[in-house]
């Protein structure tokens, strides 16, 4: 089992940043792949971006390449999201999730996090 924990959403100008951060617990929640997706209202949750168990391979969506880094750190059991050059477009709940494998789909990931509101004002 895997706990999954986000935080860091909040408001913010368009243009802006922020930094989204999801605690995992779990004994051997550093050896799962992590991804961020988000979801708007009246909208599927779509992916955003993707990190294997090590950090050594990321995936993101075409939206966000270029604006958002995805990282991790397994001493800290934490994966982050920095989100810079912020659209009122990314508006969301952006949530955390874990898998052995990892990938862009949803369907993918056996573990999610409770969400995080991320509301960009023009």
């Known amino acids: 089992q895997v706990q999954l924990v986000e935080s860091g959403g909040g408001l913010v100008l368009a243009g802006g940043s922020l930094r989204l951060s999801c605690a995992a617990s779990?004994?051997?929640?550093?050896?799962?792949?992590m991804a961020w997706f988000r979801q708007a209202p009246g909208k599927e949750r779509e992916f955003v971006a993707s990190?294997?168990?090590?950090?050594?391979?990321?995936g993101y969506a075409d939206f966000v390449k270029g604006r958002f880094t995805i990282s991790r750190d397994n001493a800290k059991n934490t994966v982050y999201l920095q989100m810079n050059s912020l659209k009122p477009e990314d508006t969301a709940v952006y949530y955390c999730?874990?898998?052995?494998?990892?990938?862009?789909?949803?369907?993918?990931?056996?573990?999610w996090g409770q969400g995080t509101q991320v509301s960009v004002s023009s």
């Open positions: 990190i294997s168990w090590s950090g050594g391979s990321t």
């Open positions: 779990g004994r051997t929640a550093s050896n799962y792949a």
């Open positions: 999730a874990a898998d052995r494998t990892g990938g862009s789909s949803r369907y993918e990931y056996d573990y």
